[in-house]
């Protein structure tokens, strides 16, 4: 077992203890670096950062050994940032990336996820030009260094940003490219149609297409439904179409030590699976039932 693999997951980020909160529920997990909103994912209501017990949670960090650069916010989901022909919601997803990437700068993390948004109809091209152009507006003005980390999606209704070659059109277009990156979600590639279990094809293609060099977060999730589902739907490690071993591939691939991989896999009986599923992986060793025993 190589002790320096970063692995973690999500966690929650709610009162009263907010960061600190967070910072020790990653830790009762055995996880060395964690994912966290910085409010509900469903909407954009935000608490002022004064309140969430920053600096609390970072003298944690230290004390555990945590890297607080390694630390991953998502953006909330609801906003759509490529979709140009609704200027209301664009210019709000705009500012709201804006505020995410202070408060993400706030905490002393590094990295944004952003789900890249949806045609609604318009067409890729026309989203990834108006992402590529929101992306512009947002560097320009949020006065961080903290970059965003586009997540590869499912294909679920319209989505943008469901094969590698549509990430790095994004990212080419883009007069910022250095503070572009990718989150890798094994679940979503999955069921976008790659070979999930080809580890070494995935990370090689991505490499061609992409850059390794642009891979910052991978999301390690099971999924419910089969190759090329176009479905998006997490399972618990193990209990779904792409397999623990696959999963523990790349949780131990050399060149995916140093990259923050993160679990979303759905809790069970409204417990938490997280603490198991890192112990299974680090150790690579699936207990049989593991779930049914839980
Ligand atoms: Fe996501
Ligand atoms: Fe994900
Ligand atoms: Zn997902």
């Not at 679920?156 to 070659?165: D, L, P, Q, R, Y």
């Not at 080809?198 to 089969?226: A, M, Q, R």
Request: glycine share 8%; proline share 4%; aromatic share 8%.
């Amino acid at each position: 077992m190589n002790k320096n693999i970063l692995l973690g997951c999500h966690v929650g980020m709610g009162s009263p203890n907010y960061f600190l909160g967070s910072v020790k529920e990653a830790i009762s997990y055995g996880a060395n670096t964690f994912m966290f909103y910085t409010g509900a994912p469903q909407n954009s209501f935000r608490k002022p950062i004064n309140e969430l017990l920053i600096e609390e949670g970072k003298e944690l960090l230290v004390k555990a050994g945590i890297d607080v650069t390694k630390l991953i916010v998502h953006a909330p989901y609801i906003i759509n940032p490529a979709n140009k022909n609704r200027p209301d919601l664009y210019h709000n997803s705009k500012e709201f990336i804006i505020s995410e990437l202070r408060r993400t700068y706030a905490f002393g993390a590094k990295i944004l996820v952003l789900h890249p948004g949806a045609h609604v109809g318009y067409g890729s091209e026309e989203a990834i030009q108006s992402l590529a152009e929101a992306l512009d507006y947002i560097f320009e003005n949020d006065g961080t260094d903290v970059k965003i980390a586009i997540e590869t999606m499912a294909g679920k209704g319209t989505e943008i940003g469901i094969s590698f070659e549509e990430i790095s059109k994004i990212i080419s277009k883009s007069r910022y490219k250095n503070r572009l990156g990718v989150c890798l979600d094994t679940c979503h590639i999955n069921d976008a149609g790659y070979n999930v279990h080809d580890v070494d094809s995935v990370l090689e293609t991505f490499d061609k297409v992409i850059g390794l060099d642009k891979l910052l977060v991978c999301h390690l999730n099971d999924s419910k439904n089969p190759v090329g589902a176009h479905k998006d739907r997490h399972e618990n490690i193990g209990y779904g179409e792409i397999g623990f071993e696959t999963i523990s591939k790349y949780v131990h691939h050399p060149l995916l030590i140093n990259i923050p991989k993160i679990l979303e896999t759905p809790y069970i009986d409204g417990k938490a699976p997280y603490k198991k599923e890192i112990e299974m992986l680090l150790s690579n060793k699936l207990i049989d039932n593991w779930k049914e025993n839980f």
